[in-house]
């Protein structure tokens, strides 16, 4: 495994400067339940086609018969178990069924010289066996792509039975031909094949890479490099960085390459790096988003502080007496992006804030009187329960340092101890919003089970079972 490990590493690296921030990986489990669904859905889909009109010409000892099969639909068609595996070779998937049987009915026609005829038939196709190979990869936006690689069909029999008009006659002739309608079927199974794959290929091409997560907010997903597929499973680097819409300025800081662990009992593995959650965080930050005021009216009324000048004299002996009476605003904001980091078991998350204070003049002007740098670290849990992302945070270092003063020198001491006996509060606030927690993704056809989260250094990994909803198994 570990040379694996190391080709994918080296891919990576070599086909993009760029390490993947969101890492996405497809076992052998996740493709063959993907399989499975698929199977059943193609079962589905095969007993509501009508096929293409079949026609040709027979020749026999007095002439040629011009023969046209339409109508053609499928009665039964028993689909045995397909395999599907990891194709090293071409990077992508191999498939294949075999020995895969259909009952045909429909309406058959013949030109002999100047006679028409017409009437019904059977048909029973036996044994065809379906082979295709799929190359995935990456196109210049970094989109998935998937090519055909090579098609192989093969019809072992056909029989047929016609009915109505002279069928008496040609019937003893279907021996003869028989051959060249398993021929005529086994050219149309590949082109099929190729179509679908196409019409798939068109479907991910037409697929956003790129997503307006709010007004404030994008987040670019595209692949970083080709897929990488070894025996037991695919990988998909992709971008997973957050952009401002506003600014659309690149973070000074880059994600840092990971190597997912392997946990082949579930069908799908994603590993995100703190490097997404920080460009979300210097996206809002470098849109100056990261900002808020705080006035008096936002202070509940029973609060032994108030956000006036005389309230504050307990902490700066000298407002009061400069500015009395005057009721005060807050201006709160962070000084550089919050950086989290993810530890094994653990998020951390660094603020780097300030506080400039101002008074409010009876004319509405806002006075400033000083600054203070706020710089506090977190740590926290993130896990999931019942389908939820939750979470829980607690403040571990809190420092408040006066940054610059209108008023004259003051200790910050005794702020700093009133901040630190109000953040119990705050923080039980904020821990109820996370302990509510976000729903994971569900979508309209599929949802994940048994979903478990590990934070490891630098990464968050999620392994999960999928599940697609019995209720509408549609692929529309
Ligand atoms: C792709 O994104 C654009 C712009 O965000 C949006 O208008 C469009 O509907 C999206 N297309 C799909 C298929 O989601
Ligand atoms: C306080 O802020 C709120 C919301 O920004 C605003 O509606 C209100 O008028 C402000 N109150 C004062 C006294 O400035
Ligand atoms: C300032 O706050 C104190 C409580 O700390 C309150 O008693 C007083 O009325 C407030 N003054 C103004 C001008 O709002
Ligand atoms: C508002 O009042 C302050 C203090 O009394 C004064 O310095 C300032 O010039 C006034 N501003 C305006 C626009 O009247
Ligand atoms: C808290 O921050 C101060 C100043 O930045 C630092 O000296 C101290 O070591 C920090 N304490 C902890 C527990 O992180």
Redesign the pocket.
Same mark, same amino acid.
Do not use: L, R
């Given at each position: 495994m570990f040379p694996s490990v190391i080709v994918v590493l080296l891919l990576i690296s070599l086909t993009c400067g760029e390490n993947p921030a969101v890492q996405v990986i497809l076992t052998n489990k996740g493709l063959q339940y993907g399989k499975n669904v698929g199977a059943g859905w193609i079962q589905d889909k095969l007993e509501l086609i009508t096929l293409p009109d079949i026609s040709g010409g027979v020749d026999i000892v007095i002439g040629t018969i011009y023969y046209t099969l339409t109508g053609i639909t499928i009665t039964k068609c028993d689909f045995p178990e397909p395999s599907v595996e990891f194709y090293e070779d071409t990077t992508g998937f191999k498939t294949s069924i075999a020995g895969l049987s259909v009952a045909l009915t429909g309406g058959w026609r013949t030109n002999f010289g100047a006679i028409h005829d017409r009437g019904s038939f059977d048909m029973a196709i036996f044994n065809v066996d379906v082979t295709s190979v799929v190359e995935l990869g990456k196109d210049p936006d970094g989109h998935l792509s998937i090519t055909s690689v090579s098609c192989d069909a093969q019809v072992g029999d056909v029989d047929i039975e016609f009915h109505g008009g002279a069928s008496w006659i040609f019937q003893p002739f279907v021996k003869h031909f028989k051959g060249r309608i398993s021929g005529e079927i086994e050219e149309r199974i590949c082109p099929n094949v190729r179509e679908s794959i196409v019409n798939l290929e068109y479907h991910l091409q @037409? @697929?956003?890479v790129?997503?307006?997560v709010n007004e404030d907010i994008t987040f670019d997903l595209p692949l970083t490099g080709l897929p990488v597929i070894d025996a037991s499973s695919l990988n998909l680097g992709l971008k997973g960085e957050f952009y401002s819409t506003k600014t659309h300025e690149e973070p000074p800081f880059e994600a840092q390459s990971f190597t997912m662990p392997e946990q082949p009992g579930y069908m799908l593995s994603m590993g995100l790096s703190e490097f997404t959650l920080n460009s979300a965080s210097y996206g809002y930050f470098s849109a100056g988003l990261l900002q808020t005021s705080i006035n008096d009216s936002m202070i509940p009324p029973g609060s032994p502080m108030h956000l006036n000048t005389s309230s504050m004299g307990r902490f700066i002996p000298q407002l009061p007496k400069m500015f009395p009476g005057l009721l005060m605003n807050l201006l709160v904001y962070a000084r550089e992006a919050p950086l989290f980091s993810f530890h094994p078991g653990a998020v951390k998350l660094d603020f780097q804030g300030a506080v400039k204070a101002f008074a409010i003049q009876p004319n509405g002007t806002q006075t400033p009187l000083f600054k203070l740098n706020v710089d506090s670290t977190f740590s926290g849990k993130v896990w999931i329960a019942d389908d939820t992302l939750k979470g829980s945070m607690g403040m571990n270092n809190f420092t408040l340092t006066l940054a610059a003063s209108e008023v004259g020198t003051f200790k910050t001491d005794a702020m700093e101890s009133f901040a630190k006996m109000l953040s119990p509060v705050v923080m039980a606030a904020v821990n109820k919003k996370l302990g509510i927690g976000v729903a994971l993704p569900r979508m309209k056809q599929a949802q994940l089970i048994n979903t478990v989260l590990k934070i490891e250094e630098g990464f968050i990994a999620i392994s999960s079972d999928a599940q697609v909803l019995p209720t509408d198994r549609g692929f529309n």
């Open positions: @037409a @697929a956003n790129s997503f307006d």
